[in-house]
């Protein structure tokens, strides 16, 4: 994918993800009678809830798809940190109604994973685990297996990074929960979804390339709804991979003019992550014509013409461009994107966090 890489990892987790999501689709189908066993009971009662949980780019995965399966399953959706449910549980584990915690990690061994679960069997009276982790060996996986109440969904074992940054476990695992939880996709989305991303692979290093070698400072992602959790990944994605030398804000585009807009210069580029909503496009339009004058890039699914999915499915095509804008963003600046803080300032897996007792 690009020539100049100086360790392969990250290039190669990126470019691996259209075959993954084939194997990611042929895993679900081959669970289901697993996990509707598991979760039907569960959903079958009105007043369940579900609470989408994880940490930084996990995290995101709940804001990509929590109003999405709200509609879906006619169930309270809430996206919550484990960050935050770790922090102040008394605020969200509340309540008598059966809460299924969604529970997403790369590698499980974040010390806020497994805290989470924890503290939502301590809170809540009724409490059931779906966890979706691409680490088998990991803390949260083996403390759930076999256990009552709980399922742990496994991703192809490639899915686990091994750079630094969240790519194709985020990717996976947003698209595991989709087919899992959300409404049905028909094989012909899924498959324009992975023409749509390969041909991301093969034409976004050279613009994306360029617009590294032209300094760029800052960088703007918006988005709407679903797609505004994708937009707050690819700030965050951007950011990790430029060991924060370019800073990275995410936004709507209605709510960037409140305030955010402050951040633009000459030297600001902006993404908008465009939605497949006609009504919701409007706004993503009327934000790149006011930013004329700026360089924008836009998103949008007319280049993936053979494939038509909501904006949860929209958020994985427009992950790969976005994961190689950070790649070549990170390569211009001369670093490692596989490890671009060589003195540990930020690791892979989150450290030095002691959990506190309630």
Known sequence: MTSNLIE??????????????????????????????????????????????????????GQVLATHLEHTLGRRVDAIATTDLVAAPRDYLTGDAPTLLVSFARSGDSPESVAAADLADRFL???????????????????????????????????????????????????????????PVSPGVLDGLVEAASRALEETPAWAGELARRGFDRIVHLGSGALQGMAREAALKMLELTAGQVGTWFDSPLGFRHGPKSVLTDRTLIVVHTSGDPYTRQYDDDIIA?????????????????????????????????????????????????????????????????IHPV
């Not at 990126?14 to 042929?26: N, S």
């Not at 461009?321 to 070549?328: F, G, H, K, R, S």
């Open 290 to 354: 006011e930013l004329s004058g700026h360089e924008v890039v836009v998103l949008s699914s007319s280049a993936a013409s053979s494939w038509d999915g909501d904006d949860t499915l929209r958020a994985l095509a427009y992950a790969v461009p976005c994961q190689i804008m950070a790649l070549e963003f990170s390569l211009a600046l001369g670093l490692t994107p596989d490890n671009p803080f060589p003195e540990g300032q930020v690791t892979r897996v989150v450290s030095g966090v002691r």
């Open 8 to 61: 392969p990892a990250t290039a190669r987790e990126i470019a691996q993800q259209p075959a993954l999501w084939q194997d990611v689709a042929r895993h679900v189908t081959e669970r289901r009678p697993t996990t509707s066993a598991f979760l039907d009971p569960i959903l079958s009662d009105p007043r369940a809830r579900i609470i989408l949980t994880g940490a930084g780019t996990s995290a995101f995965i």
């Open 125 to 183: 009276e009724h409490p059931y685990h779906l966890i979706i982790t691409c680490n088998a060996d990991g803390a949260l996986a083996t403390a759930r297996a076999g256990k009552a109440g709980s399922l742990v969904l496994t991703m192809p074992a490639a899915s686990n990074d091994t750079g630094f940054a969240m790519t194709s476990s985020f990717t996976c695992m947003l698209l595991t929960a989709r087919l899992t939880l959300g409404a």
